[in-house]
């Protein structure tokens, strides 16, 4: 099954707890078919905090919606810290997007997510490796809610390979080998 995953983080090193959250699902056999590009975006409804670093994920897997949340928060109980508040900073926070056409209503799990068209921080992102993909509650194409979003906060697209040194939320040094880099130090 297809799904679209939205990553975010906001502490420590955002990238690199990006990279670890992609790597970490990767280990689970979830394979990772298209990644957006990092994004840096304004934080919605929690002011005061950090920007964050967001991206979209198109992932295939044969783990249910269900199990496919589980998974995302063993990976975000292993990398965070310590509980955020809602919208407040964390390490990383794995959302379920899109589950192709299917839609879940459950107290534990809403699928499309509930907030996903009124936040660019995801839309754009999704937009970026999926506009044509339809979301099934609203009948309408991930292009179209974008243009009909509401939301006014920044999304500032990170191009590729300049990723290193966003640790301080600002500035970026180019790394030839963002993948793979030596330890520093
Ligand atoms: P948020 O992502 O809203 O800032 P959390 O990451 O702490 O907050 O998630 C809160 C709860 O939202 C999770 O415990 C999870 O059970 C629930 N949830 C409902 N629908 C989804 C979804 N589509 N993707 C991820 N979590 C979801
Ligand atoms: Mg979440």
Redesign the pocket.
């Known amino acids: 099954m297809i799904y679209h995953l939205g990553l975010g983080s906001n502490l420590g090193d955002p990238a690199k707890n990006l990279e670890r959250a992609r790597r970490f699902l990767a280990s689970k056999g979830i394979v990772i078919l298209r990644a957006s590009a990092l994004y840096r975006t304004e934080p919605v409804g929690f002011s005061g905090q950090p920007w964050f670093l967001n991206q979209v994920l198109e992932v295939e897997t044969g783990l249910s919606p269900w199990e496919l949340?589980n998974t995302?928060?063993t990976i975000e109980k292993r990398m965070r810290r310590r509980p955020?508040p809602?919208?407040g900073p964390r390490s990383i926070?794995i959302?379920?997007l899109l589950a192709g056409s299917a839609v879940v209503r459950s107290p534990?799990?809403?699928?499309p997510?509930p907030k996903l068209e009124e936040r660019n921080f995801v839309l754009v992102p999704l937009a970026e490796i999926a506009p044509g993909a339809v979301h099934p509650v609203r009948r309408a194409n991930i292009a179209d809610l974008l243009r009909a979003s509401p939301d006014r906060s920044r999304v500032e697209k990170i191009e590729a390979r300049t990723y290193t040194g966003l640790g301080a939320g600002r500035g970026a040094r180019s790394s030839p080998a963002a993948k793979k880099r030596p330890r520093s130090g």
Not at 108 to 111: F, K
């Open positions: 949340l995302a928060k955020a809602p919208d926070d959302d379920i534990s799990l809403t699928v997510h």
